[in-house]
């Protein structure tokens, strides 16, 4: 698998993540909105763990920095 995320864009989506499941066990959201965020939330932190945005790739977005060669 490609990985095509950098660190900061990981982080980013797992903050986000955590913020919808705070948002959710403090009652804010409920409902439809709590489902289909909790979904999101859900594939936020799957494609932050493995490094590779599926969505990334038709686009041919890369957000991972290049590697030096020494």
Known sequence: MI???GKLDRVIRFAL???V???YFTS???GMV???LGI???AFILTSFLGTCPLYL???INTKPKE???
């Open 28 to 30: 804010i959201i409920t």
């Open 68 to 70: 030096s060669k020494k």
């Open 40 to 42: 999101i939330a859900t």
């Open 17 to 19: 993540a955590i913020i």
């Open 58 to 60: 038709p686009f041919g």
């Open 34 to 36: 709590a489902i289909i």
């Open 21 to 23: 499941a705070i948002l």
């Open 3 to 5: 990985k095509n995320m």
